[in-house]
């Protein structure tokens, strides 16, 4: 804070390069006690509409049987409930979001080694595809930090593992961040840095350019109300040490979206986007045992979320010294 303990607002940055301009008291801080918006399931905006492709093998079997004799009822369904964002990932940066959560799978009797996004169905577009555009991106904003987060891996051998590994580390070469103690804007910017991969498998041992799986908080809720308590519960056990997501997605089990027939996954998220937003304000990032770090959620270009999260680090500089 300056001596005249005037409050500094973060509220108006630029999106698309908002942690370049942070102000030189965010530098220093370790970047899991940062306010970092995310996006879940960020690359849903391109499944496969067409009915020929298969449903991903996590659904549950009733979905599958029933989407094998009935695919002209189900499949309208399966489309509604599994987008959960609609702009591309490089629209999704520029818009803030600064952690992807990434789902990959290899597609079920595909003899290629290409891999594909999922959430109900496969997505259209590949792995190196989405990774090669963030590249591109992060070339034309040079100060930026993106946390991939690889997980829910579907259909991968250990062979596919190893080819995926060496992807990230051919198309992201110098710009990977290793395992570290600490990791700061500054620290990264210095060193060229702009890509830190979480990885969920216990292959990442084994490289030093792949982090361990970043915890998600996710409160499998389709209330807005519920997800809160959850979260608050949560809170007073403390946040883990170092990156952690906060999901404040909704989830629609079989039974739910059979009972909201003419509802989609989006109608539900924007009628709750008012009272979770209200409870993103009230949150703090930071070392403290009820802080958050990053908060993650659907169609994250569709309100004020990210905006609102960014503006959260005004905590860590209008704190009294």
């Not at 399966?78 to 609609?86: G, H, L, R």
């Not at 520029?94 to 597609?107: E, F, N, S, T």
């Not at 591109?136 to 993106?146: F, G, R, S, Y």
């Amino acid at each position: 804070m300056s001596s005249e303990g005037s409050l500094v607002s973060l509220r108006g940055l630029p999106m698309d390069n908002w942690m370049a301009v942070l102000p030189g008291g965010l530098w220093d801080i370790p970047l899991w006690n940062l306010a970092i918006p995310g996006s879940h399931n960020a690359i849903t905006y391109c499944l496969d509409m067409n009915n020929h492709s298969p449903i991903d093998l996590k659904q549950p079997d009733m979905l599958q049987k029933l989407d094998k004799f009935m695919k002209p009822l189900i499949r309208p369904f399966v489309y509604k409930w599994a987008i959960t964002q609609e702009y591309s990932v490089r629209e999704q940066l520029d818009c803030g979001v600064r952690y992807c959560d990434l789902r990959i799978a290899h597609r079920p009797n595909d003899s290629s080694s290409d891999l594909y996004f999922y959430h109900g169905v496969y997505t259209t577009i590949t792995v190196e595809t989405v990774l090669k555009e963030i590249r591109t991106w992060l070339d034309a904003h040079p100060k930026e930090i993106v946390i991939l987060s690889f997980s829910h891996f579907l259909g991968l051998s250990q062979e596919l593992h190893a080819l995926l590994i060496s992807t990230i580390k051919s198309i992201f070469n110098s710009k990977l961040c290793p395992k570290m103690d600490v990791v700061t804007l500054k620290t990264m910017w210095s060193s060229g840095q702009q890509v830190i991969i979480s990885y969920e498998h216990n292959i990442a041992n084994c490289h030093t350019e792949l982090w361990s799986h970043i915890p998600y908080w996710w409160a499998n809720k389709n209330k807005a109300e519920e997800l809160i308590e959850e979260f608050e519960s949560r809170k007073q056990h403390g946040r883990p040490g170092g990156f952690f997501v906060t999901g404040i997605n909704l989830t629609a089990d079989l039974k739910y979206i059979s009972s909201h027939p003419t509802k989609s996954l989006k109608d539900v998220v924007m009628t709750t986007y008012p009272m979770l937003l209200d409870w993103v304000r009230e949150q703090k990032p930071g070392s403290c045992v009820q802080s958050l770090n990053i908060i993650a959620a659907d169609f994250v270009t569709e309100s004020d979320f990210i905006q609102t999260v960014v503006a959260l680090n005004e905590n860590l500089l209008n704190r009294s010294t």
